[in-house]
């Protein structure tokens, strides 16, 4: 095999392992305006909770509404400072461990095929 091919081979795993994590979050992830009806939801249904426990679903609200705020803020801004508000909310930790996860597979399967 060229040194090329491995080259090739073990390139196409990380791009595919970074590809296939970031799509895997995204999809998983719900929009800001999604979170923020089901935290408001919660809220209205958590009446008979105590007052401290109910602080702590307002704070997540508070928290939601700020994310949306600088969303919108951005988008007034213009389309490149609405990209990277919306790269900045990724959760990076989950891409990497997705990423992670399906590079090891790669791995795995490229060794299993390169020992055949």
């Known amino acids: 095999m060229a040194w090329w091919e ?3 081979g073990w390139g196409g795993i990380i791009v ?3 590809v296939t994590g970031t799509f895997a979050v995204r999809t998983a992830r719900r929009t800001p305006y999604e979170t923020l ?6 809220l209205d249904k958590s009446r008979s909770l105590p007052k401290d426990e109910r602080h702590v679903i307002e704070t997540a609200i508070r ?3 700020k994310r ?3 969303l919108n803020a951005a988008r007034i801004e213009g389309f490149g400072a609405y990209l990277r508000e ?3 909310q990724v ?3 989950l891409v990497l461990a997705s ?3 399906v590079a090891v597979f790669g791995v795995l399967i490229l060794i299993i095929a390169l020992n055949r």
């Open 37 to 42: 009806k089901t935290l408001v939801d919660i």
């Open 63 to 65: 928290r939601e509404l």
């Open 16 to 18: 595919a392992a970074i």
């Open 99 to 101: 990423s992670a996860y």
């Open 6 to 8: 491995q080259v090739a």
């Open 86 to 88: 919306r790269i900045r």
């Open 91 to 93: 959760p990076w930790d």
């Open 68 to 70: 949306i705020d600088r």
